[in-house]
């Protein structure tokens, strides 16, 4: 998994605690190199890629290494809301997406 956080929630909260042993902090070019690397589906990838473009280079990226069957990853970001973007792998990001969107309709 690659995640994305803002430079300033970063920053605040999460830089010099030691999150997870299966997270490590990684350069803007490692992400993208994983995004090459994990996307198979060529528009995927290229989505991807162009997502990653978009973002700023001095946010916070990181490499996060996981089962699909562990429920912890997912439960903490829920948690983390708004302040993280899943980047990779593109089905998570679509699952995510839609149950941010569900959520939202419930306070519409």
């Known amino acids: 998994m690659v ?35 994990y996307t198979p589906n060529p528009e995927h990838r290229s989505a991807l890629l162009q997502i990653l473009q978009s ?17 912890y990853p997912l439960r903490w970001l829920r948690a983390l809301g708004s302040e993280v973007e899943i980047l990779l792998p593109w089905d998570l990001r679509q699952k995510m997406a839609v149950e941010i969107q569900k959520t939202g309709n419930l306070y519409q």
């Open 3 to 37: 995640l994305r956080f803002d430079r300033t929630f970063h920053q605040s909260y999460m830089q010099g605690i030691s999150i997870h042993h299966t997270c490590t902090a990684i350069e803007y070019d490692r992400a993208a190199t994983l995004i090459k690397q």
């Open 55 to 71: 973002r700023p280079t001095d946010d916070a990226y990181y490499q996060v290494t996981y089962r699909d069957t562990d429920y």
